[in-house]
């Protein structure tokens, strides 16, 4: 008897290491971003289809060269509350304005490829600030919380902006990992100079979003992977994927939101979008479906429908 307990105790602590190896390395594999870097570099996971639409894309390939070649944004910093700088690139708008974008990119991304939305706003009179993302681009930590903690650096150039500018009229914009964030943000305490959010393409929770690619993307089973993958990141002091969760962030939301997202979208799953727009307590809310559109391409997929019902939707507060 007392062997087999032994043997089984033995079995379930194997057990129980090989999940948190397994664990281990989904962690490092999604969340630290010098190995995205690499795994881009080599092609891993590529999309053929996907880099075929962004090469030919002029809408996409002209913001880049506009942003590089002409808006040259200058780099912002702050010491965040995080402990450390943060940095953002900023455009000032062409003629003395109040009226401010906060442009919010997304997962392994830099603020280059939110080039196109911060060309807009540009062009409508903005200043526009982009921030760089936790993990991402200039910051010293190479692990990213998926918005968890980026919300509170987003928070932080918001009173940067008042601070520096007390009449501001702010909106945030954000494209997936950027929409988590901007949604996230409005759960917080932020001034009221905050007047409206675009959340294109966000998903209700990191949680259900790791869940959904475990199942759907690389066919292996959520449990245990994405458990022990998040008792990881609760030990090494990153974040709770359960904490990480919009869905409970526009519960208390007071920021009029506009909820965007593409109906072919497989990365972050279209239907995440309805139970955002439900949980919201924002007076005003919207959300806008684009056909054809997959993940993060809704603004090129209908430029026209897009930019419209942005445009639509935030004059009624500037």
């Given at each position: 008897?007392?062997?087999?307990?032994?043997?089984?105790?033995?079995?379930?602590?194997?057990?129980?290491?090989?999940a948190?190896?397994?664990?281990?390395i989904?962690?490092?594999?999604?969340?630290?971003?010098?190995?995205?870097?690499?795994?881009?570099?080599?092609?891993?996971?590529?999309?053929?289809?996907?880099?075929?639409?962004?090469?030919?894309?002029?809408?996409?390939?002209?913001?880049?060269?506009?942003?590089?070649?002409?808006?040259?944004?200058?780099?912002?910093?702050?010491?965040?509350?995080?402990?450390?700088?943060?940095?953002?690139?900023?455009?000032?708008?062409?003629s003395?304005?109040?009226?401010?974008?906060?442009?919010?990119?997304?997962?392994?991304?830099?603020?280059a490829?939110?080039?196109?939305?911060?060309?807009?706003?540009?062009?409508?009179?903005?200043?526009?600030?982009?921030?760089?993302m936790?993990?991402?681009?200039?910051?010293?930590v190479?692990?990213?919380?998926?918005?968890?903690?980026?919300?509170?650096?987003?928070?932080?150039?918001?009173?940067?902006?008042?601070?520096?500018?007390?009449?501001?009229?702010?909106?945030?914009?954000?494209?997936?990992?950027?929409?988590?964030?901007?949604?996230?943000?409005?759960?917080?305490?932020?001034?009221?100079?905050?007047v409206?959010?675009?959340?294109?393409?966000?998903?209700?929770?990191?949680?259900?979003?790791?869940?959904?690619?475990?199942?759907?993307?690389?066919?292996?089973?959520?449990?245990?992977?994405?458990?022990?993958?998040?008792?990881?990141?609760?030990?090494?002091?990153n974040?709770?994927?359960?904490?990480?969760?919009?869905?409970?962030?526009?519960?208390?939301?007071?920021?009029?939101?506009?909820?965007?997202?593409?109906?072919?979208?497989?990365?972050?799953?279209?239907?995440m979008?309805?139970?955002?727009?439900?949980?919201?307590?924002?007076?005003?809310?919207?959300?806008?479906?684009?056909?054809?559109s997959?993940?993060?391409?809704?603004?090129?997929?209908?430029n026209?429908?897009?930019?419209?019902?942005?445009?639509?939707?935030?004059?009624?507060?500037?």
């Amino acid at each position: 008897m007392k062997k087999s307990v032994k043997a089984a105790v033995g079995v379930a602590a194997g057990a129980t290491a090989a999940a948190l190896a397994v664990g281990e390395i989904m962690y490092h594999c999604v969340l630290n971003m010098d190995i995205q870097l690499w795994a881009a570099k080599k092609g891993i996971m590529r999309n053929p289809e996907e880099e075929k639409f962004w090469a030919e894309c002029e809408l996409y390939q002209s913001g880049i060269s506009w942003y590089r070649e002409e808006a040259k944004p200058e780099i912002l910093t702050i010491y965040s509350r995080l402990g450390r700088d943060m940095r953002a690139d900023f455009i000032p708008a062409d003629s003395p304005s109040d009226n401010w974008a906060i442009v919010i990119h997304g997962y392994s991304a830099d603020t280059a490829v939110m080039s196109h939305y911060a060309w807009k706003y540009h062009t409508l009179g903005y200043n526009v600030i982009l921030p760089h993302m936790v993990g991402h681009d200039s910051d010293s930590v190479r692990y990213c919380s998926m918005g968890y903690y980026d919300k509170l650096v987003i928070v932080d150039w918001i009173n940067y902006i008042v601070n520096k500018n007390p009449n501001a009229k702010i909106l945030m914009h954000g494209v997936s990992m950027g929409s988590a964030t901007t949604m996230l943000a409005t759960g917080e305490e932020i001034p009221d100079n905050v007047v409206c959010a675009i959340a294109d393409c966000g998903y209700t929770s990191c949680w259900d979003e790791y869940e959904y690619q475990a199942k759907q993307m690389f066919h292996i089973p959520a449990f245990p992977v994405v458990h022990y993958a998040n008792v990881v990141s609760k030990r090494r002091k990153n974040f709770d994927f359960r904490k990480c969760a919009p869905i409970e962030a526009v519960k208390k939301s007071k920021t009029p939101t506009l909820f965007i997202h593409g109906e072919d979208d497989d990365f972050v799953p279209y239907h995440m979008m309805q139970p955002l727009y439900e949980s919201c307590a924002a007076p005003d809310k919207q959300t806008l479906s684009v056909p054809g559109s997959f993940h993060a391409n809704a603004a090129f997929a209908n430029n026209e429908l897009y930019w419209s019902t942005v445009e639509q939707f935030i004059s009624k507060y500037f």
